[in-house]
């Protein structure tokens, strides 16, 4: 087995399975978190990838977010990747909680060094469902969704625009919608892309919302706290994403939920889960 | 107001609340989580205590446990307060986690030096419920219940039973059963009591259920996880409360429950909140 499991633990009646495996996109070994509900003691089961934020693993959300609630309902795998490699020893991969380590931005990088390991994107959109769906033959390879929050938001809403069919449904929570026009953005993207602003556009859930209508439809669901220090800092602009697909005509079925009072930490996220998972099994099962 | 609001954060619908106040049994500043769901916006909430186990604060049920989740659709308040006075200064309170600091018990002690303000059986059943319902005129002081895990668990089932009336109902997720047949209680107990064990078995909760009819019944919910690695080490012992339980004929509305595969974690807990709140709600809504 590729994958080495380092615990199983009982949740919601299903089985939360903690696991690393050596990762070739990214050069070392990798950990994630498998959440594998009690549907799939007997039958095959859709999955949903969740991306995590800014400093965190894949362990935060497994234990806070409460998605094994609604998955556990529904008969939905979750995976919980890392968010970049980790003990590449890259100078300076420690020095930020957001460049470098915890913050690999789901995407390749081009430039040197970052070049040698961060390489996100690759790793969620292929080596790691490849590995799973060969090991793990209760994961339905067919049916899979994604999801994520903040910095994973982005993640979430650009490997679902740059991949046609590979995810039934997208859905995200705080995402940085616009990362080429905010701080955060334009640190990460410099720093793993050089100074190529064509080059970030790739990369921007904006942009690329904006070039037209999206192939199969884009039924996603947003949601953003009001109360969020990083939405009110301009770090996430769901406004400039909302426009940007009402231009492009991929608005119709695209709901942004504005929630009153909630921030930015996994107390929102829990909050909404059960929707968001509920919104992945509308297509999971369609 | 006498408890300051640190932190006020969405959560479910409802606002959970980061709260200190200066306690007198203590003798320190206390930290504690409450949790109002949406319906105490519009009227009174019944009273849900959580007693967290060794070395937690409130916040780890708070963000863990998943309690909002099921509180929010009943409209029952939960309280998390901490385990035990901070910061006293005493000597070697730090030293071991399952004695002083994190470790209070929910007992008084009596034994020098921490008779000074180990008062968490006091503080929980008299001080800080006073304060709560002083200050939150949306908390119902007529309907309270009482849950907690492990060394909580022993606090909920020792304090139901130590004062008929208090609480509508309790349960617990892998209660320190019969504590003073265990390692973790016979360190607790000599330290904060001494070495009379008649003593001892006045903060029991084995003992105290097998001293004969329960007022008002004793319709407890008590989860178990069988890969729980304390009930192998023979930390919790639920088997001897349940014994004794069915010698002085309290058994009839107690359900034990053994939970396949589960463990100690909040995952645990999460995974059977929505039980335990409805068993209070059974209880606080009758």
């Known amino acids: 087995m590729s994958f080495k499991i380092t615990a199983t633990i009982a949740s919601f009646g299903g089985q939360l399975l903690k696991l690393t495996h050596n990762a070739s996109t990214t050069g070392c070994e990798m950990a994630l978190n498998l959440y594998l509900p009690p549907q ?18 894949g ?29 590449l020893k890259i100078a300076g991969e420690d020095d930020a909680y ?10 390749d990088a081009t430039k040197e060094p970052y070049s040698k390991g961060y ?20 994961l339905d390879s067919t049916r899979v969704s994604i999801t994520g929050h903040s910095m994973g938001g982005h993640g979430a809403l650009t490997l679902f625009l740059k991949n046609p069919g590979m995810y039934k449904s997208v ?38 919302i904006s070039k037209g209508k999206v192939e199969g439809g ?12 990083f939405y009110k800092q301009l770090q996430l602009l769901p406004e400039n994403f909302a426009e940007a697909a009402k231009t492009s005509g991929n608005d119709k079925d695209l709901v942004i ?19 968001h998972v509920n919104h992945a099994a509308k297509y999971l099962f369609a």
């Not at 884009?218 to 220090?229: H, M, S, V, W």
């Open 40 to 57: 799939a003691k007997s039958s095959k089961v859709p999955v949903l990838f969740y991306l995590s934020g800014l400093t965190c693993t």
């Open 59 to 87: 362990d935060n959300c497994s234990e806070k977010g409460f998605f094994q609630h609604p998955a556990s309902q529904k008969g939905i795998a979750v995976v919980y990747p890392d968010t970049s490699p980790r003990g």
């Open 98 to 107: 957001d460049f470098g380590t915890g913050a690999g931005f789901y995407i």
């Open 119 to 138: 390489k996100m994107e690759s790793y969620i959109t292929s080596e790691l469902p490849k590995a799973l769906f060969s090991e793990f033959s209760q």
């Open 171 to 208: 859905s995200a929570f705080a995402p940085i919608a616009n990362p080429i026009k905010c701080p955060w953005g334009e640190k990460a993207f410099r720093g793993y892309l050089g100074d190529d602003k064509e080059e970030w556009k790739q990369h921007d859930a904006t942009v690329l």
């Open 218 to 229: 884009f039924n996603a669901l947003i949601d953003q706290g009001t109360g969020d220090n």
């Open 257 to 275: 939920r504005y929630q009153e009072d909630y921030d930015h930490s996994y107390f929102f996220m829990a909050s909404f889960a059960t929707d």
